[in-house]
């Protein structure tokens, strides 16, 4: 079984983040967030990252093509591909065993924006990790 240490640490990134009751650790004005709660920041980190975006540091396939439905209409078929490419995300990340589910709704307060709830199975878990990606399909 892998601890919960395996999943790693990274620094808290949102205030939203904090809010959920996660691990961290406080360092002055940084926080450091582990295990299972840094595992669900990293596949938010992913999702809002450009595929190609940190080419330069060496990561070219890092990130979502998510990007590319932005001016798309919030239907059916915008719905569906929000899911193929989120899959396609995360199976690129490796503390990632299975994607268990991907289910995209449209907000009930924002017609422009979709909620994707996620659940995965991480590496050498039972345990499933379930988030909620909020996608702006316009922006302001």
């Known amino acids: 079984m892998i601890s919960d240490f395996e999943y790693g640490a990274d620094l808290v990134l949102?205030?939203?983040e904090k809010k959920q009751g996660a691990r961290r650790r406080e360092f002055g004005d940084l926080s450091v967030?582990?295990?299972f709660a840094n595992l669900?920041?990293?596949i938010l980190n992913r999702l809002r990252t450009r595929r190609g975006e940190l080419a330069e540091l060496g990561h070219p396939?890092?990130?979502s093509r998510l990007y590319e439905l932005i001016g798309s209409p919030n239907d059916d078929r915008t719905r569906e591909l929000v899911r193929v490419l989120t899959v396609e995300s995360l199976l690129q990340e490796p503390r990632v065993?299975?994607?268990v589910s991907v289910r995209v709704?449209?907000?009930k307060d924002d017609p422009y924006r979709v909620d994707v709830e996620?659940?995965?199975l991480p590496v050498e878990s039972e345990v499933p990790l379930s988030v909620v990606f909020p996608f702006y399909l316009e922006v302001a």
Request: charged content about 25%; glycine content about 14%; aromatic content about 4%.
């Open 40 to 42: 669900g920041q990293a």
């Open 61 to 63: 396939e890092y990130g």
């Open 14 to 16: 949102t205030e939203s």
């Open 97 to 99: 065993r299975r994607v």
């Open 118 to 120: 996620v659940s995965v």
């Open 33 to 35: 967030i582990s295990g």
């Open 105 to 107: 709704r449209t907000a």
